[in-house]
């Protein structure tokens, strides 16, 4: 088996599901699948998929996201908090299910 | 923590159920004291002996009202199920179903899936149990569903004995956790005070296995739950069995969704063949199928921790879960736990009323407004706010520059917009009036720039202002610490006879 080597392929070209999802209406979950264990060791030891960069571009504080790492079915997932309750005035994603655009451009 | 022993709900009624088995009016068909047991639930845990053969648990739905598949729910009876579940509700849709007491489902295909699943089960003979009634599982949602259920009674002669249970949590009980620091945020939600969680239309709390466990010990054919966790509805009667529960909990949390957890994932009937080691997954349509890797990755869907549950009596922990494919459309699943914990918390959700509601509806396609929209719509709303008084809010919405979440500006649409301009007052008159006049007034505003002077809006019907129901928020989304589970969720039975009104 072969190092991952660092590319120019972004998460959307690489992962066959990039999703959100409410987890409760106070918390955003967003699971990303990867094609197989090359794909995910890349993704997972990416500093563009730290909760740090994934912090930055939600645009929340980095100890507001949490990371779980599945390596056995070659999933990443984070879970950060909501801005707005779901379904309170203001909120513009009742489901949070339209949520996952800015991780769809990260080059792993 | 509610102790599950082996076919032993044929014993006296639960101190807290309302009505004891054999007080209902007409010919009884429950459990009387020496006599054998008639119905569903104490038949099923009186001959049932785990070890002798799997026993099976057909999910028939996840969301029931909106159109069971007919032809993988029949495949599904066609395997015996010994039991039958259906999910019927969710948080996810909103505060406005749990604070206004309406079902998100449309009542007539509710009344269709509920036919085709009380048919089915009272034909078979199986126990039927529905969870979370009427979306949200308030007492108002229960009736509802309970009305419905009595007209399918009576319209198809149906015999049956029917256990409910009721999710209402006191407001006062939530205050009391709440004076004693025992209720929890779950996620970013505020601390409600006091009068906030008075002014709750409705509270529900998600009950558990030991709550469907007394309702089960009144041996219905059929169980309607109000608000509850999802995994109840499935892992309780095997439980009461003797299955491990950490398996019961697993295989429920996996099929409560029914084939979702497939490739491809979809709304079809789910069948799981419980043994003592582990459960064997299915869809009931041959094209959906459950492989290890769909059905390990459905443990992320929805679930903030993907390796740790939480049920109001303890942890379901997947650490040592284990899956592999039996054959390319079946999965096996073992080695879940469970683990209790001491001290019982309970979910609870509850939502307030806000006000009234009215949308705006316009499309905007002029590019200098485009590039001045949010200005145009604050000096608007500057304008029409010395027009009518009161307490009315707006909320904009900018589709193409950002509803949805927030655009950078290189990427808000400079050719084409779509507005949905939502106004919330204490009366619907007055956010009608704050509309319609907003509406005339963005019409004719004279921004910076403006070349096109025929009108600014563009309305794909008229009126373009429409009444939009009550705005509700939730108040409530905790963890209520040392729920006294077994007073805070009623239970009662009663025999229904279809035929008696024929």
Redesign the interface.
């Known amino acids: 088996m072969t190092e991952p080597t660092p590319s120019t392929r972004t998460l959307a070209d690489m992962a066959q599901?990039i999703r959100s999802?409410?987890?409760?209406?106070?918390?955003l979950?967003i699971?990303v699948?990867l094609m197989d264990a090359a794909g995910y060791a890349l993704a997972a030891n990416s500093p563009a998929m730290s909760c740090a960069a994934v912090a930055a571009r939600y645009?929340i504080p980095v100890q507001q996201v949490?990371r779980?790492l599945?390596a056995?079915?070659h999933?990443i997932?984070y879970?950060l908090?909501?801005?707005i309750?779901?379904?309170?005035?203001?909120d513009?994603?009742?489901?949070g299910a339209?949520?996952h655009?800015?991780m769809l451009d990260i080059v792993p | 923590m509610a102790m599950f022993t082996a076919r032993s709900s044929t014993g006296p009624c639960w101190t807290s159920c309302h009505e004891p088995p054999g007080s209902s009016q007409g010919e009884s068909r429950s459990a009387q004291n020496g006599v054998a047991p008639v119905n569903a639930t104490a038949r099923l845990l009186q001959s049932h002996r785990p070890g002798d053969e799997p026993l099976r648990v057909l999910s028939a739905s996840g969301q029931l009202g909106y159109g069971i598949p007919e032809d993988a729910f029949r495949r599904g009876m066609a395997h015996a199920p010994h039991v039958i579940g259906c999910d019927m509700g969710s948080?996810?849709?909103?505060?406005?179903y749990l604070g206004a007491g309406v079902m998100a489902a449309p009542e007539s295909m509710v009344e269709r899936d509920l036919e085709l699943v009380l048919c089915a089960a009272r034909e078979a003979d199986v126990p039927l149990i529905i969870g979370s009634a009427g979306t949200a599982g308030a007492g108002v949602h229960l009736d509802a569903t309970l009305a419905i259920v009595q007209r399918i009674v009576a319209r198809r002669g149906l015999r049956l004995r029917l256990a409910t249970i009721r999710s209402d949590i006191p407001a006062a009980q939530v205050v009391s956790a709440l004076h004693a620091g025992a209720l929890d945020?779950?996620?970013?939600?505020d601390q409600p005070s006091p009068d906030a969680i008075e002014a709750c239309s409705h509270i529900v709390g998600q009950c558990g296995t030991e709550t469907f466990e007394r309702a089960l010990a009144l041996d219905p054919d059929v169980v309607i739950a109000g608000r509850a966790c999802d995994t109840a509805i499935f892992a309780t009667l095997p439980a009461m069995l003797g299955y491990p529960l950490g398996l019961c909990l697993h295989m429920a949390k996996i099929i409560e969704c029914t084939s979702l957890c497939c490739r491809p994932g979809g709304r079809d009937a789910m069948l799981a063949e419980l043994t003592l080691a582990h459960f064997t997954l299915a869809s009931m349509n041959p094209d959906a199928h459950a492989t290890p890797?769909s059905v390990?990755?459905h443990a992320?869907?929805?679930?903030?921790?993907?390796?740790q549950v939480e049920e109001p009596g303890g942890s379901l922990m997947l650490h040592d879960a284990w899956y592999e494919a039996l054959d390319a459309h079946r999965t096996r699943v073992g080695g879940a736990r469970f683990l209790p914990r001491e001290r019982p918390s309970l979910k609870v959700e509850g939502a307030s009323w806000?006000g009234e509601r009215v949308v705006l509806l316009a499309g905007v396609a002029d590019p200098v407004l485009l590039r001045v929209l949010p200005q145009a719509i604050a000096e608007v709303e500057q304008r029409v706010r010395t027009l009518v008084a009161g307490d009315w809010?707006l909320?904009a919405?900018v589709y193409g520059q950002g509803?949805?979440?927030?655009l950078a500006p290189a990427l808000q649409a400079t050719h084409e917009a779509g507005l949905v301009l939502?106004f919330?007052a204490p009366q619907a008159a007055l956010a009608r009036t704050a509309a319609g006049v907003f509406k005339q007034n963005l019409l004719h505003h004279a921004y910076p720039g403006r070349i096109a002077t025929g009108g600014n809006l563009a309305f794909a019907f008229t009126p373009s202002e429409i009444d939009a129901q009550s705005?509700?928020?939730?108040v409530l989304?905790h963890v209520m610490r040392d729920a006294p589970l077994d007073m805070l969720f009623p239970v009662a039975a009663t025999d229904l006879d279809g035929r008696s009104h024929h």
């Open positions: 599901v999802k409410n987890a409760g209406p106070t918390q979950t699971d699948f645009g949490q779980h599945l056995d079915i999933a997932k879970v908090p909501r801005a309750v779901a379904g309170s005035p203001g513009g994603d009742v489901y339209q949520q655009g800015p | 948080i996810d849709p909103g505060p406005y945020a779950i996620g970013a939600i890797a390990a990755a992320l869907y929805e679930q903030a921790d993907p390796l806000l809010q909320f919405h509803a949805v979440r927030e939502e919330i705005a509700y928020r939730f989304y």
